[in-house]
Antibody, heavy 117, light 112 residues
């Protein structure tokens, strides 16, 4: 069974750094793109970027380029999303997802990030 | 702001048919890129409903169907049920700027 399990909720202050994770199981982690999607409170879905763990090829949405870093550790089948300096506007739910049949077919449960100023 | 526009809300009585439009442009849907649809129940992660314009993943009822024409796509729900009440998003690829996946603005379906 394909599963994506994300790390737990985080409460941070503005200016702090953060790295959240998404561990895959039930499939060959190095063979599929893993993406990250933001959902701000009460708002819609926004694609942030994705990574191919097999060769670490990474793509970013222009809206998020330079704002976050997406990485992966294929030895532990885990993808990461990180910030070097959080802002209050980073408060959101973050989902990871796996690309299949050119669509995001499998999703993690989400990681809620709350940033206080 | 998203480059794929959806109506904010649609509603229907149980058993009725509702449709949700997804309007794009020549750099995404009109360029031939596929459209996918997701259902997000309250407090839950999104779930793939339709892929490749009109294909249903295993387990998705045939009450859900998708179509695409020109620069737009549509999701139809027939035999509306109470547990269809959710947010629905279209998604495609946009080749403007450096190219990226894009989601629609989202549509809240209310079952009256």
């Amino acid at each position: 069974e394909v599963q994506l399990v994300q790390s737990g909720a985080e409460v941070k202050k503005s200016g702090e750094s953060l790295k959240i994770s998404c561990q895959g199981s039930g499939f060959s982690f190095t063979s599929y793109w893993i993406g990250w999607v933001r959902q701000m409170p009460g708002k819609g879905l926004e694609w942030m970027g994705s990574i191919f763990p097999g060769d670490s090829d990474t793509k970013y949405s222009p809206s998020f380029q330079g704002q976050v870093i997406i990485s992966a550790d294929k030895s532990i089948s885990t993808a990461y999303l990180q910030w070097s300096s959080l802002k209050a506007s980073d408060t959101a739910m973050y989902y990871c997802a796996r690309l299949t049949t050119r669509s995001w077919a499998y999703w993690g449960q989400g990681t809620r990030v709350t940033v206080s100023s | 702001q998203s480059v794929l526009t959806q109506p904010p809300s649609v509603s229907g009585a149980p058993g009725q048919r509702v449709t949700i439009s997804c309007t794009g442009s020549s750099s995404n849907i009109g360029a031939g890129f596929e459209v996918h649809w997701y259902q997000q129940l309250p407090g839950r992660a999104p779930k793939l409903l339709i892929f490749g314009n009109s294909n249903r993943p295993s387990g998705v009822p045939d009450r859900f169907s998708g179509s695409k024409s020109g620069t737009s796509a549509s999701l139809a729900i027939t035999g509306l049920q109470a547990d269809d009440e959710a947010d629905y998003y279209c998604q495609s690829y946009d080749n403007s700027l450096s190219g990226s996946d894009v989601f629609g603005t989202g549509t809240k379906v209310t079952v009256l």
